[in-house]
């Protein structure tokens, strides 16, 4: 087979009959650099220790992964076989007369893809920082910290401007409505725009209030990366410098029968000693509609999307000397967390007042359904007349090409049966839900920072140093964790629930362990020389003596748990993705188990006696 293109593989053949494929065709390569400085000043004078520092940091990402650059082909019996008897192509059910080896060794190709790759990966990620701190000893008893960190993050960039991204503020000229695949040039290299104003202060102090008691405070504000900020290492943002070519296998007589074709060259027929038809497919275009009908990612282009996770922290101590060699913390310490990675933002979906919009509602026999009730039109195409004679739809403009409304020129070319009432409603209607990445990720911002957390802990500490022979450290930790930038649906089920009411995704972090007592110590057990008991020398002294009793102990409260409902059948319009949803809670239902009201659970008994929650508090929200 004569190479065309840029493949430099063997072929991925898949010929019917034999059962294996034969090739992989394709290669990969990735290397990455570090380059850091890292320099600090320190300057004692009088009562201050002075530090100041600058650091600088630049990480290079190159790679390039190819699939199917040299073409996978499909060999199978319907090319071979007489007309009308079937085969795995046509369904016809009957015996095949044909065998894939045999149209593999005529050349005639069934169908076939080939994988295109203009750009390699070439992400370059920098980041600077500054730092000034005082350590200042105002008196004897007193000693202030006081400094100042400021941190600059520069976006991800290709070195050559070959990525891309979706901005859902950018107006498609050709359907004039927002949302558009923007690509990178020497003014606007990313999608997210850097934070500039990531100022961290740092204060502390230590109050010794006596030769046993000291009191400490603190306050301070952490960045650190969000993702934009980060290399993804694959061509995920690279839309528009790659595609997939494809020879369709031919229906003109029956499906398969002759060799696979092109799209737009109906007398043409793909043979193998010919080479793959690269001439025949148009090279990928840098165009802003080249992912309408797809579901592409944005990377830091939503508002808020260069934004830098900043975590505040605040403590409050109170240390103790007790008898017995023992130390005593008492503290208090809060953590609030700020522009945190999330996945909130609207991606796609629509409004969900449209569920109870009188308008959208009739009586009658749903999609799916044997029974008389109330429906939503959601599902029924654009062009049906009851769709039509609807408000929101009669405000869209017309179709010349069809004459409905709905909410561009092309919208039913564009999505042909899926040419739905619901993907009319959605906030970009040029988009669908699933990204390009298989459907394991929705069509959303990477690059969103709008999470938020807090942490609250009552936290007690008593350290005993070794003395008569023990030493042990107590602690105990009483908090409580809050978050909206988790979630139990994750990257592969959908996240939001409703992204039109993002109240409900704050709740308990599934980090979130109210009580938690560690307990470590360390004993030598009072036998053998020089001990209180027996002691005595020799072989008995060595046999009994230098014993000693260690441990680690941890209890702890349990995790949080999320109740889910599977299925949504309003999915892929609103919702989490189609298996997952959130129940709802039945008022006055108690959401412990039987079995942990009366006392009786066992935790490794099956069925009710074994369960910590009572099923039948939630419903199904649909």
């Not at 069809?402 to 049966?417: D, I, K, Q, V």
């Not at 209180?532 to 441990?551: M, S």
Request: charged content about 10%; overall charge neutral.
């Amino acid at each position: 087979m004569p190479q065309a293109g840029p493949g430099s593989t063997f072929p991925q053949l898949t010929i019917g009959g034999l059962g294996n494929v034969y090739g992989r065709g394709g290669q990969s390569y990735g290397a990455t650099n570090d380059y850091s400085i890292d320099e600090t000043l320190t300057w004692n004078k009088g009562h201050h220790t002075i530090k100041a520092g600058f650091s600088y940091y630049l990480l290079q990402t190159n790679g390039l992964s190819t699939n199917l650059q040299s073409s996978a082909l499909n060999f199978n019996s319907g090319t071979t076989e007489l007309p009308g008897f079937g085969n795995d192509n046509n369904g016809f059910g009957l015996p095949a007369t044909g065998m894939g080896v045999a149209g593999f060794l005529l050349g005639q190709v069934s169908n076939g893809n080939a994988g295109i790759v203009l750009a390699p990966v070439e992400d370059r990620t920098s980041r600077y920082a500054g730092f000034v701190q005082d350590d200042y000893k105002a008196t004897s008893k007193l000693t202030f910290n006081v400094g100042l960190r400021y941190d600059l993050f520069l976006p991800t960039v290709n070195k050559r401007n070959q990525v891309s991204w979706w901005d859902p503020e950018v107006v498609q000229q050709d359907i004039g409505l927002r949302g558009a695949l923007v690509f990178a040039t020497p003014s606007r290299r990313a999608g997210a725009k850097a934070d500039t104003k990531a100022f961290g202060p740092r204060i502390g102090l230590a109050y010794s209030v006596n030769d046993k008691t000291v009191i400490r405070a603190g306050y301070g504000i952490l960045y650190t990366a969000g993702l934009a900020y980060r290399s993804l290492g694959n061509s995920f943002d690279q839309e528009g410098f790659g595609t997939t070519n494809v020879v369709q296998t031919d229906g003109s007589v029956l499906p398969g029968f002759l060799p696979g074709t092109v799209t737009g060259n109906p007398g043409y027929h793909m043979i193998l000693s010919n080479g793959w038809p690269a001439s025949l497919f148009a090279p990928p275009t840098q165009s802003p509609s080249f992912d309408n009908g797809k579901g592409p990612i944005s990377f830091g282009a939503f508002p808020g999307g260069g934004n830098l996770p900043y975590i505040q922290n605040w403590s409050f101590t109170i240390q103790r000397h007790l008898p017995g060699e023992i130390l005593l913390d008492v503290g208090y310490v809060g953590t609030k967390g700020t522009h945190l990675s999330s996945r909130l933002q609207n991606s796609n979906t629509v409004p969900t007042h449209y569920l109870t919009d009188s308008a959208m509602l009739y009586q009658g026999l749903c999609l799916g359904s044997s029974a008389v009730q109330t429906c939503n039109r959601m599902f029924e195409p654009i062009g049906n007349a009851g769709v039509q004679a609807l408000p929101i739809v009669q405000a869209m403009p017309v179709d010349p090409a069809t004459g409905h409304h709905s909410p561009f020129a092309g919208f039913e070319a564009l999505w042909g049966g899926n040419s739905l009432l619901g993907q009319a409603l959605r906030p970009y209607p040029q988009y669908s839900t699933d990204s390009l990445q298989s459907g394991l990720w929705q069509m959303r911002d990477v690059g969103e920072q709008v999470g938020v957390s807090s942490y609250h802990a009552l936290q007690i500490q008593a350290r005993k140093h070794f003395s008569q022979g023990l030493s042990f450290i107590v602690s105990y930790t009483w908090s409580k964790t809050l978050t909206d930038a988790e979630s139990l649906f994750n990257e592969f089920s959908g996240f939001t629930q409703d992204m039109y009411n993002r109240k409900p995704e704050k709740g308990l972090s599934f980090n979130d362990y109210p009580s938690n007592l560690v307990l470590s110590y360390e004993y030598q057990l009072p036998f053998g020389p020089g001990k209180k008991f027996a002691n005595t020398g020799g072989p008995v002294g060595k046999l009994i003596g230098g014993c000693t009793l260690a441990g680690v102990q941890q209890y702890q409260s349990g995790a949080p748990q999320g109740p889910t409902e599977f299925g949504n059948s309003l999915w892929p319009f609103i919702g989490a993705k189609s298996f997952l949803s959130r129940p709802n809670v039945l008022p006055g239902v108690p959401k412990k188990s039987a079995a942990i009201l009366n006392g009786t659970w066992d935790p490794n008994a099956s069925g009710d006696a074994g369960n910590t929650v009572n099923s039948a508090a939630w419903c199904n929200p649909q």
